[in-house]
């Protein structure tokens, strides 16, 4: 009897350990109020949809990054206004329908024609050269341009892209057979896709469950199911990471490593991430019209120092907007922004700045370590003889007359410059949307022979030339690339990875390994 008993509690533990690594449970700082990948673009969202949803063209995530087949086994750009596509057979919806040529014509045109207003703004920061979609009559999908697009691949592989069930969600409100705002709201908070998760709860603000969805059309997703709780304090999720409450926790600054690094159960994982933090500064407000004064406010910061003080030297600072993930975009021998405090004062003179007050807005906790860096540019500010002021607030001012200067983010949406100062500072962008950037038509003359040239090299220099504009007449300046960490139990493997944008939290097969495996 005692070999079988102890055989019995054995399978029990095993049991128990297997049941648990089917359950990944994520502490979160941040979370949307909605999710739908064709408006979203924030920070907070932009991490969760990569585990339901999938696009046409996918990257090699976990490899190369180059480009890789998804919704799409294959495609062609058979002129420099037309891409076609061969979709994959045997793809499945979470509401159990099949995907078809259809159901990807209306994820595309949703875009590329849109009704709703929030797909509007992506429209135009994005997908403006992109005029249709249509199905072919042996069941592939034609897209066209109303000029030459030198990024076909890269701007449809985006999350903006993704591809959505016509038939669920036009037929979540109102006519099923009709387009109507309430339709798009209602997707936003029970959403479909193909992805390799569903997503099976969603309480906004609060938590989001993912379920493993069994007819994925690729490699089975690695557990049956993630839970991602809201905890926006850093401290609330250290501690629910060491007491075991959940197994992996977002948006660990550097000063922060030794909580969880220094518990042998534990472990981070971390990255400079592809995103800047910015200061965007209103160049439409009375007290900022004068270039001079923002020349002078963004030459009075060291951001050496703020990296080295609140990043411990891991993040990164920029000389200009580039990231290294732009490929042959990739320009760091430009000197856009640098410190020079003797300048900023030479500035501030010439310009007669009376020393009026100069606010700066920031949310408390919304970027990591953005408060701090706040205070300390302030002080910086103080060196050089600007009055500055914070304003701690939970509104988003960046649309606001009255907002002077506040942080900001300018993320990578897709690996080009176009995908991150060009999607925030291009004409007709949403900083001149706000009326706080201004454009003129030699910048828009510009803008055009880099966003259209079909010559990398013209690109550059075009991209050159918009830096020089920036330079002298600023409307932003990229603090640093922050160094992003993830803690979690030491028996789970999982790492960012450098071809995502910022901060998904990939759980698809080959990204992570599960706990107790």
């Given at each position: 009897m005692k070999p079988v008993l102890l055989g019995a509690i054995a399978a029990a533990v095993l049991a128990a350990q297997a049941a648990s690594a089917q359950e990944l449970r994520v502490g979160v700082q941040n979370m949307n109020s909605y999710l739908d990948p064709g408006s979203d673009h924030s920070n907070a969202g932009s991490q969760y949809y990569y585990n339901s949803f999938d696009t046409l063209i996918e990257r090699d995530h976990g490899g190369s990054g180059d480009f890789v087949p998804g919704l799409a086994t294959a495609w062609e750009i058979v002129s420099p206004q037309m891409i076609e596509f061969t979709l994959r057979e045997g793809v499945r919806f979470h509401d159990g329908s099949a995907m078809t040529a259809e159901d990807v014509v209306f994820s595309l045109n949703r875009m590329f024609s849109p009704t709703y207003p929030p797909y509007l703004v992506r429209k135009r920061d994005r997908l403006g050269n992109f005029t249709r979609a249509e199905a072919t009559e042996d069941g592939k999908v034609r897209v066209y341009t109303a000029r030459s697009e030198p990024i076909f691949e890269t701007l449809l592989s985006m999350q903006q892209t993704m591809i959505v069930p016509k038939g669920y969600l036009m037929g979540l409100t109102g006519h099923p057979e009709v387009d109507e705002v309430a339709d798009y709201e209602a997707f936003g908070l029970a959403p479909v896709g193909t992805g390799p998760y569903r997503i099976a709860e969603f309480v906004p603000g609060e938590r989001i469950v993912y379920e493993r969805f069994e007819d994925f059309w690729g490699e089975t997703a690695p557990y049956e199911r993630v839970v991602a709780t809201r905890i926006p304090e850093t401290v609330s999720r250290v501690t629910a990471l060491r007491s075991g409450e959940v197994d992996m926790i977002t948006n660990l600054a550097p000063d922060q490593l030794e909580l969880v690094d220094g518990d042998p159960n534990l472990k981070t994982a971390g990255s400079v991430t592809p995103l800047f933090h910015v200061m965007i500064m209103n160049v439409n407000h009375p007290e900022l019209e004068d270039p001079r004064i923002r020349r002078a406010l963004s030459l009075a910061i060291d951001r050496d120092l703020l990296n080295e003080a609140l990043w411990l030297g891991m993040a990164e600072v920029p000389s200009t907007h580039t990231m290294a993930e732009f490929g042959e975009l990739y320009m760091p021998e430009l000197d856009t922004f640098r410190y020079d405090p003797d300048e900023a004062r030479r500035l501030l003179e010439e310009a007669g700045y009376d020393g009026a007050t100069i606010t700066y807005d920031t949310h408390a906790?919304?970027?990591?370590?953005?408060?701090?860096?706040?205070?300390?540019?302030?002080?910086?500010?103080?060196?050089?003889?600007?009055?500055?002021?914070?304003?701690?607030?939970?509104?988003?001012?960046?649309?606001?007359?009255?907002?002077?200067?506040?942080?900001?983010?300018?993320?990578?949406?897709?690996?080009?410059?176009?995908?991150?100062?060009?999607v925030m500072w291009g004409p007709g962008g949403p900083s001149e949307s706000c009326d706080r950037f201004n454009t003129d038509e030699d910048y828009q003359e510009t803008w055009e022979r880099f966003r259209f040239s079909a010559s990398v090299d013209e690109r550059r220099a075009a991209y050159a030339e918009l830096m020089e504009t920036i330079e002298q007449d600023p409307p932003v300046l990229p603090l640093y690339r922050p160094y992003e960490a993830w803690g979690m139990r030491a028996d789970i493997d999982w790492q960012p990875l450098p071809t995502h944008i910022p901060y998904v939290l990939d759980f698809r097969a080959g990204r992570i390994t599960p706990v107790a495996e």
């Open positions: 906790a919304y970027y990591t370590n953005g408060l701090l860096a706040a205070q300390a540019i302030m002080e910086m500010w103080d060196a050089v003889g600007v009055n500055g002021e914070i304003n701690v607030t939970e509104s988003w001012t960046t649309c606001v007359p009255e907002m002077m200067t506040r942080n900001w983010s300018n993320p990578m949406y897709f690996a080009d410059p176009f995908g991150s100062f060009g």
